[in-house]
């Protein structure tokens, strides 16, 4: 198991995003922009696959834990810090109002839209061009001449 890996089950285990990951390294002056983030993240057999460092993950976890606990003046519940980031990454249920309840049928378009005209499957028959041979008949003697 190398650093990519722990990077990898540290990242969802938590539930972060990539900005909160940058937000967590720079709690220990450890600056990173999201592209290089995301490379940690990718498989091993693409181009811009990059090796997670130990400087890297030790700065992480470092800054993991000051983001969890917090400082010495101003603790944390990490709990409570886990269950902000589970609330994020859930996605929001909608809601109808009151207008999105009304029926459908009042809806009135701003143009009028005319109709196309059903068309007859027969009728499709009889407008299609007959086809054209472009080849020939060709007799093939399979390399063999006859003899008349």
Known sequence: ????????KLRVALMLR???IIEILE???????KGEIGNFFRN?????????GDQVLRNFLNGLVI??????????NPIDVISIHKGEAQPKEFKKTAASEKPKSEFKPKTDFKKKPSTNPK???KKQAPKIQVVE?????NGKNKKS
């Not at 709690?27 to 922009?33: E, H, P, T």
């Not at 008949?137 to 003697?141: A, E, L, M, R, S």
């Open 18 to 20: 990539d900005d909160q």
């Open 27 to 33: 709690l220990v002056d450890f600056r990173m922009s």
């Open 44 to 52: 091993e057999d693409h181009p811009n696959f990059m090796e997670c």
């Open 67 to 76: 983001h969890l606990r917090g400082t010495k003046e101003n603790p944390k």
């Open 1 to 8: 198991m190398n650093n990519n890996d722990i990077f990898k």
């Open 123 to 125: 009728s499709r028959e």
């Open 137 to 141: 008949k060709v007799k093939f003697n």
